[in-house]
């Protein structure tokens, strides 16, 4: 997974992250675990201590879902359970 670097949250140092912004799982199937799991946009900072998700948004792709491309834009905590807001009105 791709570490990002960013400031942490808490005390501004700068991390590294797995920031991911773009879950296309019409390609990559298990990006969706990835993300409803945590372990994307996820960062633990070892200067404060802090360890949480990110206020990402991300960008969540899924042809399979249904007739047309479901692009969609939310934040991480939207998405617990498995409600990734696909309708799939045929
Ligand atoms: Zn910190």
Known sequence: MPQTQISCPR???I??????QLFDVTYE??????LLSGQS????????GYDGRLATPVVYHDN???AGAVDRETAPD??????VGIDQTE
């Open 29 to 34: 199937p298990a990006a969706k675990q990835r």
């Open 64 to 66: 399979t879902a249904g």
């Open 15 to 20: 991390i590294a992250a797995n920031v991911e």
């Open 41 to 48: 946009n996820h960062a633990r900072c070892p200067h404060c």
């Open 11 to 13: 005390c501004r140092q």
């Open 78 to 83: 939207d998405l617990g359970g498995c409600a």
